[in-house]
C-alpha cells in the first residue's frame, strides 16, 4: 500500500465532501419551507461529522494541513444564490436548488466511487464505505424531492400536534391515502443536531456575481469588438485595436462590478432571512410530516399541507400576540 497516494485520494474526496456540507448549507438558506431547511442542514451536518472522518485520516496517514477550498465551488455556491433570488415562486425555487444539488450529489457519489477504487488502508476503506452508504440514501431522498418513479415527497414542519392532525384530515379528506403520511417529532428524526456554520455567505455570492458579470462583459466586449473592426475597416482607423481593448476590459470590469454588488445584496438578504426562520423552526416546530405521493397530484398535497401550517401559525399569533 502506497501511504502517500492513499492521502492524496481522501485530500481529494475531503474537499468533494466539504462543498457538499456547504452547497446543503446554502441551498437551506434559499429555500422558504421549515422542513426542508431543516432537512438539508442536518444534511450539510452530517457532511461536516464525514469531512472531520476523512481530515483525521489523513492526519493518522501522515498529513498535517487542512484541505483548502476549491475556488470552482466557490462560484457554484454563489450562483445558487443568485440563481434562488432571481427566481419567482418558492416551488420553482425549491425546483432550481434541487437540481443543483443533484449535479453536486453526483459529483460526489462519483468521488467515492472513485477513491474506494485505490489502495487504501482497511480501517480507511471501512469508514469510506460507510460514509458511502449513508450519502447514497441521502441521493435517493433528494431525489425522491424532485421526483423520482412517478413519485414525490413532500415535507412540511408544525408547531403543534393540532395543526399536523388537522393537515392530516385535510389530505384524508381529498383522497390521499393514510398510509403514505408520517408523523413524528422533529427533533428525534431528521434532525439529532444543529448545524451551526454559515450557509450563504455574502462573499461568495459576491465571486460568483464578479465572475459571472465579466463573462457577460467578456460577451459585450466581443460583440462591440466586431462592431468596432468593421468600422475601422472602413474607415481605416489606425487606433481600432486600442480602442478595441479598451472596450473590452472596460465591459469585463463593469460587469464584474455590477454582477458583485448584485451579489452582496442578494446574499446579505438572503443570509439573514436564513437566520430568522431557521431560529424560528427551532424554537416552534415540533411535528414534521412526510408524504410519498403520486408526482402529478404532489403540488395539492404541498398546497394542503402548507395551508394546515400556515393555519396554525395565524392561530398561535392571535392567542401570543406581539
Known amino acids: 500500500m502506497n501511504t502517500p497516494y492513499a492521502r492524496d485520494a481522501l485530500v481529494y474526496l475531503y474537499k468533494i465532501v466539504e462543498a457538499g456540507e456547504r452547497g446543503y448549507a446554502v441551498v437551506a438558506s434559499n429555500v422558504g419551507n421549515r422542513a426542508l431547511k431543516i432537512l438539508y442542514k442536518s444534511y450539510a451536518q452530517q457532511r461536516l461529522q464525514f469531512k472531520e472522518e476523512i481530515f483525521a485520516e489523513i492526519q493518522r496517514l501522515g498529513g498535517h494541513t487542512r484541505p483548502g477550498s476549491n475556488f470552482l465551488g466557490i462560484v457554484h455556491r454563489g450562483r445558487i444564490d443568485i440563481f434562488a433570488a432571481l427566481t419567482i415562486g418558492e416551488e420553482n425555487i425549491e425546483k432550481v436548488v434541487l437540481k443543483e444539488l443533484l449535479l453536486g450529489e453526483t459529483v460526489a457519489v ?147 462590478f455590477i454582477g458583485g454588488m448584485m451579489g452582496l445584496f442578494i446574499g446579505w438578504g438572503i443570509a439573514g432571512e436564513d437566520s430568522y426562520v431557521y431560529d424560528e423552526s427551532i424554537k416552534h416546530g415540533e411535528i414534521l410530516m412526510r408524504t410519498i405521493v403520486e408526482a402529478p397530484r404532489a403540488a395539492r398535497a404541498g398546497h394542503l399541507m402548507e395551508q394546515g401550517a400556515i393555519k396554525g401559525r395565524a392561530r398561535q399569533a392571535s392567542e401570543f400576540p406581539a
Open 110 to 256: 462519483k468521488a467515492y466511487e472513485k477513491t474506494l477504487k485505490k489502495d487504501l488502508p482497511p480501517e480507511t476503506r471501512e469508514m469510506l464505505e460507510r460514509q458511502f452508504d449513508e450519502v447514497r440514501k441521502v441521493v435517493e431522498q433528494v431525489r425522491l424531492l424532485k421526483g423520482q418513479n412517478g413519485k414525490r415527497l413532500i415535507l412540511r414542519l408544525y408547531d403543534s400536534e393540532t395543526d399536523a392532525e388537522e393537515a392530516l384530515q385535510s389530505l384524508k379528506r381529498d383522497g390521499f391515502s393514510e398510509k403514505a403520511i408520517e408523523m413524528e417529532s422533529w427533533s428525534h428524526g431528521i434532525h439529532s443536531e444543529l448545524y451551526k456554520s454559515r450557509g450563504t455567505t455574502i462573499l461568495e455570492t459576491m465571486i460568483s456575481g464578479a465572475v459571472g458579470g465579466t463573462i457577460w462583459g467578456l460577451v459585450a466586449g466581443a460583440l462591440a469588438a466586431i462592431g468596432i473592426l468593421q468600422i475601422a475597416a472602413i474607415n481605416s482607423e489606425k487606433a481600432a485595436p486600442v480602442i478595441l481593448l479598451l472596450a473590452i476590459f472596460g465591459l469585463m470590469a463593469a460587469g464584474a
